[in-house]
């Protein structure tokens, strides 16, 4: 079975600085999807970004970009230029390319993000 | 769109009682799910459908039921509400497959089991 693990459960950043979430996963699929969400206290799910693993290139959206190590099993989410808006919680999800039972999705615990004005 | 709409928003039950939570999507989606969020446990599945007629258990589905009766709607019900049951309940739907496959979330129900 498949599993994430966010090994920070809070992390504090100052306003315009750049921050690094971590994520590992355990999977023997090749491919696969991973994800950010973010959770503010309206705890809407909003996804940040997302990754095919069949890319090595790492995505990037705006201010969020990742660093995906597949080898390593390894997606680190790196937000540049911290804003008040983004403190939240983060998850880090895992969903294998297959259908069925295998595109549902498994979260990470979750990692708190306060921004210091 | 609506996207993913949640009823209700917060829901108090005592122990024993019996609830509906509603979910329903107007996407088209075939995937949809259900999962529930507790305090340093992220988020877990309880159950979800591919289709409509078609049900799966996930990781937690113990002391609820599920049907999926058309591609919209897909309701979670509590039998016997017990105080473990407390949480806040997420619905969820996307494409079953493909580059499509982002889940879209509803706004959370808060149920509280005294």
């Known amino acids: 079975a498949q599993t994430v693990t966010q090994s920070q459960p809070e992390m504090s950043v100052q306003e315009a600085e750049t921050v690094t979430l971590s994520c590992t996963y355990d999977?023997?699929?090749?491919?696969?999807?991973l994800f950010w969400y973010k959770q503010p206290p309206s705890r809407q799910m909003i996804l940040v970004i997302r990754?095919?693993?069949?890319?090595?290139q790492n995505a990037t959206e705006n201010r969020f970009s990742v660093n995906f190590q597949k080898a390593a099993k390894s997606f680190s989410l790196k937000i540049s230029d911290s804003q008040l808006g983004d403190a939240a919680m983060y998850f880090c999800?895992?969903?294998?390319?297959?259908?069925?039972?295998?595109?549902?999705?498994?979260f990470g615990k979750g990692t708190k993000l306060s921004v210091k004005p | 769109n609506a996207g993913v709409t949640q009823t209700p928003k917060f829901q108090v039950l005592k122990t024993g009682q019996s609830m509906t939570l509603q979910c329903a999507q107007d996407?088209?989606?075939?995937?949809m799910s259900w999962y529930r969020q507790d305090p340093g446990m992220g988020l877990r599945l309880i159950h979800y459908?591919?289709?409509?007629?078609?049900?799966d258990q996930g990781e937690v589905p113990n002391g609820y039921n599920v049907s999926r009766s058309t591609t919209e709607d897909f309701p979670l019900r509590l039998l016997s509400a017990a105080p473990s049951q407390t949480s806040v309940y997420f619905c969820?739907?996307?494409?079953?497959?493909?580059?499509?496959?982002?889940?879209?979330f509803g706004p959370g129900t808060r149920l509280t089991v005294l």
């Open positions: 969820a739907s996307s494409y079953s497959r493909g580059l499509a496959n982002e889940q879209f």
């Open positions: 999977t023997s699929e090749s491919d696969y999807y």
């Open positions: 990754q095919e693993a069949y890319k090595q």
């Open positions: 999800a895992y969903r294998s390319a297959g259908g069925g039972s295998q595109g549902n999705l498994i």
């Open positions: 996407m088209n989606h075939e995937y």
């Open positions: 459908s591919v289709g409509a007629g078609i049900t």
